[in-house]
């Protein structure tokens, strides 16, 4: 079965530095989402994303994060200036439409800020 | 806002136990989704409903819209059943709205 990878699986990095989360959407799929999952807490909605631009996102997805399609395969998740609470797992997920579907997540980036 | 409960919060069973989770959620939805969540983290979809029943090997789910209720089934229960189960809904938008989940632990 197909299935959409994220890279790293996990990432330590120093409070102000910036991440870049990396995922590979399945191939015929066409809208891409960022949740996270703070440790203990909820799954979070962060961002959908389809024809190229930001479809919905979140109150948590404010300037600090930025969304990009660099290439046909590819979606990453910038963080800029990472703070303590940025802290959880990152899901990035993918579905072939919008509706009546399934969504097909990766197994996650653990982000750890310090 | 939607709110998302689920029910219960943990659950334990001995293998071969009928399982039913339930979640209710407070806003009418355009679908609800049933993921599992295994101990390493990682979620798969189990099933994307929007109305009436569905079936996959053991599992069974059912939603009832006017009551805004879900419930997720597992027959003939085993250990490696053992995961969280959670609950998703999708309003007008491509948001979700996540439950906080159900830890289900299947006894030998």
């Known amino acids: 079965e197909p299935e959409v990878t994220q890279t790293p699986s996990h990432q330590v990095t120093q409070m102000g530095q910036e991440v870049i989360l990396r995922c590979v959407p399945i191939s015929n799929h066409l809208y891409f989402y960022w949740y996270r999952q703070i440790l203990g807490q909820k799954v979070e909605f962060l961002v959908s994303f389809y024809n190229n631009e930001i479809s919905e996102k979140s109150e948590i997805f404010d300037d600090q994060f930025s969304v990009e399609r660099p290439d046909g395969s590819n979606f990453t998740l910038k963080i800029r200036s990472t703070k303590l609470e940025d802290s959880a797992m990152y899901f990035c997920a993918s579905s072939r439409v919008v509706t009546n579907e399934k969504l097909f997540f990766g197994s996650g980036t653990q982000l750890s800020v310090l | 806002k939607n709110e998302v409960e689920q029910s219960p919060q943990n659950l334990t069973a001995q293998e071969g136990e009928f399982i039913t989770i339930n979640c209710s959620y407070s806003v009418g939805i355009s679908a609800l989704h049933w993921l599992q969540q295994h101990p390493g983290g990682g979620i798969v979809s189990l099933f994307m409903l929007s109305s009436g029943k569905k079936k996959h090997g053991r599992l069974i789910a059912t939603i009832n819209i006017q009551e805004k209720h879900s419930s997720l089934h597992i027959t003939a229960s085993h250990p490696r059943d053992s995961a969280v189960y959670i609950c998703?809904?999708?309003?007008?938008?491509?948001?979700?709205?996540f439950g906080t989940g159900t830890r289900l632990t299947i006894i030998p």
């Open positions: 998703a809904v999708r309003g007008g938008n491509e948001k979700l709205t």
